[in-house]
């Protein structure tokens, strides 16, 4: 794949010699040229689809149920990656339109790039691999079985079907065999000759008939060999490209993508707020503070108002996240004038006044930053308003979860679980469902939207801008265990996002 910055090439061919089959196997790696606009847009729809499949997991819907399946599709059409939903939820139908052909495309690109990102550590493999998996099993699950047969035949997995005069002759050894299947799905189910190394799951769970080294896999298996050899394929081709991938690095265009997509915030953008402008006053932010502020916030607000002061980094936090909120330019200089004068009041002209109209756009580059989103405050270093689940220590995050009067026993002890296994996210959206009583809508991966979630739920009325009303949500408890994929939990699971650069204030220099 040749990027290139500015030249878009198209795919030229016939789709269904490119990608005859809505499902792939990803075997070989896309072969054209390549956009680094495009590349970046693909990363990024991968990342949601596997972010979301996560989420709606946490959430704790049972795994490959209708339930499960539908929330992942729903979720996807509400992201604006309908495309996606459709090509996921095909029935292997053969389409040749355009739409199928830009779909099966950008599903293999996008997988690669992924794959690319992921290769470098043997945590990020893991997640990367157990997130793929589950989307082809999704995948799989809704093939019809001409679409099965078509996959299978295209991807010429190595077996033969049994004859219904060969099934006649060891019907008994298929059912003596197989007992979690009755008498009538052995005579119903179509079966597969297989080597017996090739399906070793099966063999190891007695789920086969065995006869000369041969597997006799019957059509209802074949799922778990098909994720077997893709599982097998996504490893061996992780572990291939970790050179190629060392050589990446060092490219400016393309090193920094690949390093930070673990994690890159593909949440909702608070940059751009004008329709919230005023919607909030500087005289609330006290109640604000203490009914729907996530801990970090509260932090600053708290110390903002005890000691009139806020180091550089905790001044650019809170000023970016109450113009998030929808705090107008001119009051949040009256707030903050009121506030810095207190303290010193030489500098606040000097100084203090700047960083404010620098994070309104109105001096330096004249940019809409955004607010800091929680991956940037949990993976900044430490300074004033960073994430206190990961900064601070235990019995400082017990002392402020034990203040609340609507903590039980139980939260605290879920919380701190979180905090353990540096899911800090979670931690968060816990801590929101103690002080709420109810659950937010989502896992809590930006302070903005804490606040939204918070004040929907507070007030019953929507917020102007935000982006959903709360819905059901349940994060499971944390485990030291192993999901069915192999995946650890980790801190890289939870970690949501960064903004690439885009708000570095750079052009900012503290006098
Ligand atoms: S998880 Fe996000 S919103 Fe919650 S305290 Fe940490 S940084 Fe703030």
């Keep these: 794949m040749d990027i290139k910055r500015n030249t878009k090439v198209k795919v030229t061919g016939v789709v269904n010699a490119n990608y005859p089959h809505d499902l792939q196997f990803y075997g070989l790696p896309p072969d054209f040229d390549i956009t680094l606009i495009e590349l970046r847009r693909l990363a990024f729809e991968r990342l949601k689809i596997l972010r979301i499949i996560e989420e709606v997991t946490l959430r704790g819907r049972s795994k490959y149920s209708k339930e499960w399946t539908a929330a992942i599709l729903n979720e996807l059409r509400k992201q604006g990656l309908k495309k996606y939903a459709t090509l996921f939820s095909s029935s292997g139908a053969l389409g040749s339109s355009p739409v199928d052909e830009d ?25 990367f691999m157990a997130r793929e998996l589950e989307l082809f099993r999704l995948r799989f699950g809704h093939l019809s079985q001409e679409g099965v047969q078509s996959f299978v035949e295209q991807n010429k997995l190595s077996f033969s079907v049994v004859s219904p005069s060969e099934k006649e002759q060891i019907f008994t050894h298929l059912m003596n ?24 799951d099966l063999v190891r769970n007695r789920r086969v008939y065995l006869q000369n080294g041969v597997a006799y896999v019957p059509s209802g298996e074949l799922l778990y060999v098909v994720l077997h050899m893709y599982r097998g394929i996504l490893a061996r081709g992780l572990k291939a490209l970790v050179r190629i991938r060392a050589s990446l690095d060092s490219d400016p265009r393309l090193g920094a993508l690949m390093s930070g997509l ?44 005890a000691t009139h002061h806020l180091h550089h980094s905790g001044r650019l936090r809170y000023i970016l996240y109450l ?33 404010i109209n620098h994070s309104y756009g109105k001096v330096g580059a004249c940019k809409q930053y ?23 220590a235990s019995n400082k995050i017990k002392a402020l979860l034990t203040s609340h009067d609507s903590h039980t026993p139980e939260y605290v002890q879920t919380i701190l679980q979180f905090v353990e296994a540096k899911q ?47 819905q059901t949500t349940r994060v499971s408890v944390p485990s030291s265990q192993s999901d069915t994929s192999g995946t650890q939990r980790s801190e890289v699971e939870n970690i ?3 903004d690439f650069g885009e708000d570095d204030f750079s052009d900012y220099n503290i006098s």
Excluded at 370 to 392: A, N, Q, V
Excluded at 432 to 458: A, C, D, L, W
């Design 177 to 200: 065999c197989t007992p979690h299947m009755t008498s009538a799905a052995v005579e119903v189910s179509e079966y597969y000759k297989f080597q017996f190394n090739t399906v070793p």
């Design 262 to 305: 673990h994690v890159a915030y593909t949440g909702r953008d608070y940059s751009n707020t004008p329709a919230k402008e005023n919607s909030i006053l500087p005289q609330e932010l006290d109640q604000f503070c203490l009914e729907s502020f996530p801990p970090c916030m509260q932090q600053l607000h708290q110390q903002l108002r």
């Design 103 to 127: 779909a099966r495309r950008d599903d293999h690109t996008s997988h690669y790039i992924l794959r690319l990102s992921y290769c470098n550590s043997e945590q990020h493999q893991m997640w």
């Design 424 to 470: 800090y996210c979670h931690a968060c959206t816990k801590y929101f469902e103690m002080t709420h009583k109810v659950e937010p809508g989502s896992i809590i991966n930006h302070p903005v939207q804490y606040f939204e979630e918070s004040r929907q739920i507070r007030t019953g009325k929507e917020i102007k801008g935000a982006a959903r009303k709360p």
């Design 370 to 392: 955004s607010p800091y989103s929680c991956s940037k405050l949990i993976t900044e270093t430490l300074g004033e308003g960073s994430c206190p689940f990961k900064f601070e």
């Design 323 to 355: 113009k998030g909120l929808g705090l107008s330019y001119e009051h949040a200089m009256e707030f903050f004038r009121d506030e810095f004068m207190q303290h010193d009041a030489k500098k606040f002209e000097k100084e203090y006044s700047y960083i």
């Design 496 to 498: 949501e996002s960064i």
